[in-house]
């Protein structure tokens, strides 16, 4: 499989799915690993698995469909990534950000991005939400860019802009939804590596002096190609373990997933409110 994707497979992608529904989303959303209801509260959804797309990549991991959802959420057009797509299952960089290329050739302008990270601020702790205020793209400055190739210049410039990867108006919005419903949202630093393996403690105290506040193994690929379109992100982790500065406890996928079932309310709280007020 080539590092990249074109256009003309964009568009073929683009045009399969068209034909199947009947609304114009203008809202994405990605759930992350654990966080997979959201999607069952969408209206009239349409469900499209991945398999069913040419050359799209399918989810591996446990605790994601690995399908769009597409119909209306608190009265918006949306299409849903029910389990997103990771680097670590063997995919291209290019495969990984697929979904969010074709959200942009619908006319998605809006992007909703959320993931299962571990907590590394030292307060943080498991249960807990995080806006994401910015994030170290550590994928991508060792080689693993997914702007890496022949530039689209029909959907953005070959060198974009990252100064603000996510926008501070949304997250006005996600902080005023938090505070009107009791949440307590965290804010900070995201940090993207590839896994699949968890961290080790050196590595945690790395990225902790390095400025991380929560790590995981998603998103920051797909908020680049999404500002590369020039689409507006808000970004939420959910807090799924704290992280083991010292080596004394052990992280798995398990408890990333049980921890979804605490963090999802509160997720999808704060994004039928944003949704509301677009």
Known sequence: ?????????????VKLIKDRITVE????????????????SVHEAVRIPYGDLPDFPVSTV?????????GALEGKPVIVMQGR??????????????PVRVMQRMGVHSMV??????????????????????HINLMGMTGANPLMGPNLDEIGPRFPDMSQPYDRAYGDLA?????????TLREGVYVGLSGPSFESPADLRFLR?????????STVPEVIVARHGNMRVLGISGISNKANLDGS???THEEVIEAGKVITPKIETIVRNVLRSL
């Open 175 to 183: 902080r005023q939804a938090a505070a009107e419903n009791g949440i």
């Open 1 to 13: 499989m080539q590092n990249y994707i074109s256009l003309a497979q964009i568009d073929k992608n």
């Open 249 to 251: 406890t052990v992280t």
């Open 62 to 70: 446990h605790g994601h469909a690995g399908q769009f959802v597409i």
């Open 209 to 217: 002096m390095a400025g991380a506040d929560a790590v995981g193994m």
């Open 85 to 98: 797509i990771h680097y670590y299952e063997g995919y291209t960089m290019g495969q990984v950000t697929l």
């Open 113 to 134: 991005v959320t993931n299962a990270a571990g907590g590394v601020h030292p307060d943080f702790e498991p249960g807990d939400v995080m806006l994401i205020t910015d």
């Open 25 to 40: 989303p203008v809202v994405g959303i990605i759930l992350g690993s654990g966080l997979n209801a959201l999607a069952d």
